[in-house]
């Protein structure tokens, strides 16, 4: 289970010195900060502007054009079900929904307690197994009734 | 000798617990004092029979699936005598009927080790491409026929040959492995079942147009994937496949793996590059093409995981032995992925020409709710819905077209006669409208009309007019967006509404009148 540290700009800068020798710097830097905070916090932008010699609104832009870029940390744990075709065709619009009343939030948001984040997401390439989910990192497939259930209780447990 | 094991490590097995199972035997092998080593391999691809536990034989590898923890005792008890027993995996008719090339390794093989790659013909391509030289070897993947994988279909030779035209300076081999279609998840086996292969597909395109790095990008909703490239790479840079002078050659190629951030227009072409350069994935018009200014500028062959999977056996078994299975101009095999709501799902490769009816019916055995096949969207989201009507269209590219569909990344998603296609139709502007980069306006803006439209025309709000008009926008943004995000998001609306007009809320009649 993910355990994020609280925001440190040098803890930042340390990262980014990490990657920015890289060509194409930007997603891997952020992909990192994520992993460290747990979401690009806001004050990490001019710092990364900065060491990829770009402005905050390039930064900017590029945090807020990707799905995966969070701007606060998460709930303890994330689950993500999945909600493309594939899963809709095999009864995930139902199972999604039961997600939702069973942990009292509406996609994209967390719980009260922050146990949980509930996401959806857009293919998992699972869709043979179909309807399919992911706890933190770990996938599920072949998803019912109970087994959503189950994995709803180990979200919150 | 220990007797040895095989259960898949592919996230496709996992998620319906092969790795409780492959536990459970170990510890109840150690209890029993069994010598048995267990092999983690990729997967089969019969995914309704993970977790699969293959046992090595004399005379093959005797296959037991689906097997649930509970099973695990007996199973050591009665062997071949149990219950899900299901003979030779290799005899398996659904597997036996297959032609597998690009696939031909995946589940059999460890992942991991090379030296099990290398004991099943790998590098063999490698090996006859530095034979013969850069040159003869674009000229053999230019006889194959290969066309690329991901979906657009454009020849994988001519690219190549493009690339390897323009004057020496750094190039860059890029493998889009951002496979965001849902109904696919070839990209996703190979990676994780034989990603040497794709290694080897890579080092010999470099080495076929003179670039000397490469980046896989893998979409970040694969972290297995992703896990088991960057093994591998490490594995073949240890045994000499990359770095200074790959397998003792003048050549030096090297990739690394990068991963994406969740959004599905990446998976076009230009947009990764710009992703990969760091920057908002927004989409690039075309001209310059990547083959002249591709990645920061530089020449660059950007193809599918499976395109470049394909290459080794190009390579080793010749260009005229690929290009003699499909057909027309749909040559060699592709990898067909069943999904949704069937009762066999996997991946099934076979020669082009195929018909959608024997995928979905005999070789996917129909739905898993049991209910009657209604409509199937082949290609990904941007593909066309079609009824059953249409069953007898050869899996082909130009077929397809023809059909007012595209086969795309090879991906089918079967659903049965609860669906709503208003619905879906909606869904694919949505869809559209959540992943537009946002450059073009017709997609961007077009998206988000399309949903008004299509809620409109279910509401019963003048419903001819609307119809005129979301036959209209369709148009505008078919032929008038960048890419073929906005471009083909009509494929499924379009599809939809001329299929399956009853569930637009509008009877036939009103419908032509519209046209």
């Known amino acids: 289970m993910p355990r994020y540290e609280p925001w440190n700009a040098e803890r930042a800068s340390e990262i980014i010195a990490r990657y920015r020798h890289l060509e194409g710097a930007g997603l891997p830097i952020l992909h990192a900060l994520q992993e460290t905070f747990g979401c690009v916090p806001e004050e990490a932008v001019p710092l990364v502007a900065d060491a990829l010699n770009l402005s905050r609104a390039e930064i900017h832009g590029t945090v807020t054009f990707y799905h995966d870029f969070r701007k606060e940390p998460p709930g303890r744990r994330v689950l993500k079900l999945c909600r493309a075709e594939s899963c809709q065709a095999a009864g995930g619009d139902a199972l999604a929904a039961r997600a939702e009343a069973k942990l009292g939030v509406a996609m994209g948001e967390t719980t009260l307690d922050r146990r949980v984040t509930l996401e959806p997401v857009y293919c998992l390439g699972l869709c043979h197994s179909s309807p399919a989910a992911m706890l933190d990192k770990h996938v599920f497939g072949m998803l019912d009734e109970a087994k959503l259930d189950a994995l709803v209780k180990e979200a919150q447990a | ?515």
């Open chain 2, 1 to 515: 000798m220990s007797a040895r094991i095989f259960i898949s490590r592919d996230s496709g097995a996992l998620c319906v617990g092969a790795e409780e199972v492959a536990t459970a035997f170990r510890k109840a092998a150690e209890k029993r004092g069994l010598d048995v080593e267990i092999v983690r391999t990729g997967s089969r691809g019969m995914y309704w029979l993970e977790p699969l536990v293959e046992v090595a034989m004399q005379r093959g590898r005797v296959g037991y699936g689906p097997v649930k923890l509970s099973d695990v005792e007996a199973l050591l008890d009665e062997g071949e005598k149990h219950r899900l027993c299901l003979g030779l995996v290799e005899d398996i008719p659904w597997l036996k009927s297959q032609t597998r090339l690009t696939f031909k390794n995946c589940g059999i093989i460890d992942p991991r080790s090379l030296e099990d790659y290398r004991a099943h013909g790998g590098y063999k391509g490698l090996e006859k491409a530095l034979a013969v030289g850069p040159e003869a070897t674009v000229e053999e993947v230019i006889i194959s026929g290969l066309r690329g994988r991901g979906g657009a279909g454009f020849p994988t030779g001519i690219k190549w040959r493009t690339v390897a035209q323009t004057p020496p300076q750094q190039k860059y081999i890029v493998c889009n492995a951002d496979e965001g279609d849902s109904g696919t998840f070839a990209d996703r086996m190979i990676m994780e079942g034989d990603p040497f292969v794709l290694i080897e597909g890579m080092t010999i395109a470099g080495i076929a147009v003179g670039a000397t790095y490469g980046y896989i990008y893998i979409r970040s909703e694969y972290p297995d994937a992703i896990e088991a490239m960057e093994i591998a790479i490490r594995e073949a840079r240890k045994g000499g496949m990359l770095g200074r002078g790959v397998a003792g050659s003048k050549f030096d190629f090297d990739m690394e793996v990068r991963a994406g951030a969740g959004a599905y227009v990446c998976g076009e072409e230009t947009s990764l590059l710009e992703s990969l350069e760091g920057k908002r994935g927004e989409v690039r018009a075309k001209p310059p093409l990547p083959a002249h200014i591709g990645l920061f500028g530089k020449p660059t062959v950007i193809n599918n995981v499976l395109s470049l999977a394909t290459v080794p056996i190009i390579m080793s078994d010749g260009g005229g032995f690929y290009r003699d299975f499909g057909m027309g101009k749909s040559r060699g095999t592709m990898p067909i992925q069943l999904a949704g709501n069937i009762k066999h799902g996997g991946l099934y490769e076979t020669a082009f020409g195929i018909t959608l009816g024997a995928l979905v019916d005999d070789i996917g055995g129909g739905t898993r709710s049991g209910r009657p096949v209604r409509a199937v969207q082949v290609g990904g989201p941007l593909g066309a819905y079609f009824p059953r009507a249409l069953f007898d269209t050869p899996f082909d590219y130009e077929a397809f077209t023809a059909a007012d569909g595209l086969i795309g990344h090879g991906g089918i998603v079967v659903f049965d006669d609860t669906v709503d296609m208003a619905k879906q139709a909606r869904f694919a502007m949505e869809f559209c409208a959540i992943e537009s980069c946002g450059k073009c306006t017709p997609c961007r803006i077009g998206s988000a009309r399309g949903v008004e439209l299509v809620d409109k025309i279910v509401a019963g709000e003048d419903p001819v007019a609307n119809l005129a008009v979301l036959e209209d926008l369709c148009n505008t943004m078919k032929f008038g967006s960048l890419c073929a995000l906005g471009g083909f998001t009509p494929y499924p609306v379009m599809s939809a509404l001329t299929h399956f007009p009853e569930d637009f809320g509008a009877d036939r009649k009103r419908l032509h009148a519209a046209e």
